[in-house]
């Protein structure tokens, strides 16, 4: 929507007409709701966050100020509203005024108002825009605060008020109603498989009452970047192992824990949940997709409601271990590289070491970026950023970080293990016209297979 107006400026005296440009709207709505019913829609779901350890979080706080230093958008922009604790003051003075130890004292002398609209309004470019969960603050805060997690639950509150930017929303929604956020549906996907397995004279395994292994994808791959299926294939079938990809559960991607939809979440990741079960899996890869990773990883056994009755691992955990175990055997792959670490499998998942195990075997000198592992920087797409269009600009900016830090390296070849990171890291090659090309580190296995 255009936002240009034509006005005659005040200081004008030519009466001459000026194109006047109005602030660009930074927030998005659904539905119809009226002001109030948004800001109650949004204090339920809040109030439903604030169980112990959430409480906990949110008394905590020092006002050390560390966690700026941590963010990607404050570094960048040295705007105090990116500090990552601001970004959660809605939902603090919600729990403040609606459910802390002082409360009564609160709402009696009025110390916290009520959260607004306007509030709501306004925090979304800074719970949505500006927050890829990451987690860099987590790590940095001296009290422990997991401030990426908080955010997530504030989402939680947003999705409910209908204050969801309007790309994120949309992608959720179609994932909730087709089962792909970006039209990789159950045909779509069988089609993609026939054409690839012709294509590349692979095997690919449908729908295969039992197996050991379950394979996930994420949209993103399938259609984007298909020749990760034909990776998977390559290196599954160079394992025997008795696999397959079923069409009533292969999405990895949650965009309805992005947006902020629980109830979304859940469907998604009972999908997979019961395809795995139905198949008697004793194992599911997830895709090189890093949120997959912790919606299925450590979310899946709370949707579930139990343990999972099967292993969760990322592909580069499963490449590591078929590595070390003597079972997959690989060939030199290029002279020196440097490794992206996706925050949700590297920072948030634990799963740092993998990928490094994987790089040794491919005989190639790796160059890290500093810094790396935990402390590495967002590439800036995850949490759904990627989505929203108005938010290119702040996301480029922080993009600046990461090339600089490949380029220090002067490694070779750049890899990474989230298909996520590399749509991001693609679009700011193009933006950039940067000599970087990302590459995947499963396709570089399956490239440099010894069968
Ligand atoms: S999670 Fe990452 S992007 Fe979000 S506030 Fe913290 S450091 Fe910034
Ligand atoms: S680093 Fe932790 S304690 Fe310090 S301001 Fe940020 S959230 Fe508060």
Not at 12 to 29: C, E, H, M, N
Not at 104 to 127: G, I
Not at 221 to 233: C, D, F, G, H, R
Not at 266 to 280: E, F, H, Q, R, T
Request: aromatic residues 8%.
């Amino acid at each position: 929507m255009s936002t240009d107006i034509d006005a005659v400026h005040p200081l004008d005296t030519s009466g001459a007409r000026l194109s006047i440009k109005k602030p660009v709207q930074r927030f998005d709505r659904q539905g119809d709701l009226s002001d109030r019913e948004r800001t109650e829609a949004a204090m339920r779901a809040f109030m439903h966050e604030f169980g112990a350890v959430t409480a906990t979080y949110l008394e905590s706080c020092i006002h050390c100020g560390m966690c700026a230093e941590a963010c990607q958008y404050y570094v960048q922009t040295g705007d105090p509203r990116y500090t990552p604790v601001h970004k959660l003051e809605p939902f603090k003075q919600a729990y403040k005024r609606e459910a802390g130890p002082f409360a009564l004292f609160y709402r009696m002398f009025n110390l916290k108002p009520r959260v607004s609209a306007d509030e709501l309004q306004n925090w979304q470019e800074l719970l949505y825009d500006s927050c890829t969960m990451c987690g860099r603050c987590t790590l940095i805060c001296p009290m422990g605060i997991d401030i990426a997690r908080l955010v997530g639950q504030a989402r939680h509150g947003m999705f409910q008020a209908g204050l969801v930017p309007h790309e994120l929303w949309a992608v959720a929604e179609r994932a909730e109603r087709e089962g792909s956020p970006l039209g990789a549906t159950p045909a779509v996907f069988k089609d993609r498989i026939a054409w690839l397995s012709d294509e590349h004279g692979v095997e690919i395994p449908v729908d295969r009452d039992q197996a050991d292994v379950l394979v996930s994808m994420s949209s993103i791959e399938i259609m984007k970047y298909p020749q990760a299926i034909v990776a998977t294939a390559k290196v599954l079938n160079a394992l025997n192992e008795k696999w397959t990809i079923r069409l009533d559960g292969y999405e990895a991607t949650n965009f309805g824990m992005l947006s902020g939809n629980v109830q979304w979440q859940k469907d998604l990741s009972m999908k997979l949940i019961n395809a795995a079960v139905k198949c008697g899996a004793k194992l599911l890869i997830l895709p090189e997709c890093g949120h997959a990773y912790g919606a299925m990883r450590w979310d899946g056994a709370n949707v579930y409601g139990k343990p999972l009755p099967f292993e969760v691992l990322h592909i580069s955990e499963y490449l590591a271990r078929s590595i070390a175990g003597g079972r997959l055997r690989v060939k030199k792959a290029a002279a020196s590289v440097t490794f992206h670490d996706p925050c949700q499998i590297s920072r948030r998942g634990g799963a740092t070491q993998a990928p490094r195990d994987v790089l040794a075997a491919l005989g190639v000198e790796l160059r890290e970026m500093v810094p790396s592992r935990m402390g590495s920087w967002c590439c800036g797409g995850g949490g759904g950023v990627v989505t929203i269009h108005r938010a290119d600009d702040l996301r480029y900016r922080v993009f600046e970080i990461k090339m600089k830090q490949v380029d220090d390296t002067g490694a070779e070849m750049l890899v990474m293990s989230c298909s996520n990171c590399r749509q991001t890291f693609d679009d700011g090659q193009a933006h950039f016209k940067w000599d970087k090309t990302a590459h995947s580190l499963l396709e570089l296995v399956a490239d440099n297979l010894v069968q």
